[in-house]
Nanobody, 125 residues
Framework: ERLVESGGGSVHLGGSLKLSCTPS????????MAWFRQAPGKDLEAVGT???????SYPHSVGGRATASADWGQNTLYLTIDSLKSEDTAKYYC????????????????????WGQGTQVTVSS
């Protein structure tokens, strides 16, 4: 399984970003998928999860600004973050595991064996 993220780059404070994750070798619809990010000098943290059922979940740290969604026809997972802050600057990763529905451990990076290479997002004024 391979995951490829895209859509990163430089974005303005207060703006929005939309990242994409396209897997090869499996379908988004049949897997628990997640977005993580790692800011410079900080640990990897979860941003949101998306189950094969379409149910999503988000940690409190993103403050309701993140939305994970999927296009089954395009076999692509998306992440949208609104009202961007400087602390959203990070490398964003797409991850997947073999569960259909994301479990209680889905904010833990160790629950995901499949990862993309990441895409850098830099928020500036």
């Amino acid at each position: 399984e391979r995951l490829v993220e895209s859509g990163g780059g430089s974005v303005h404070l207060g703006g929005s970003l939309k990242l994409s994750c396209t897997p090869s070798g499996f379908t988004v619809k049949n897997h628990c998928m997640a977005w993580f990010r790692q800011a410079p000098g900080k640990d990897l943290e979860a941003v949101g999860t998306h189950s094969g059922t379409g149910i999503t979940s988000y940690p409190h740290s993103v403050g309701g600004r993140a939305t994970a969604s999927a296009d089954w026809g395009q076999n692509t997972l998306y992440l949208t973050i609104d009202s961007l802050k400087s602390e959203d600057t990070a490398k964003y990763y797409c991850a997947a595991n073999d569960d259909y529905e994301c479990g209680l451990d889905s904010f833990d990076s160790s629950a995901f064996p499949y990862w993309g290479q990441g895409t850098q997002v830099t928020v500036s004024s």
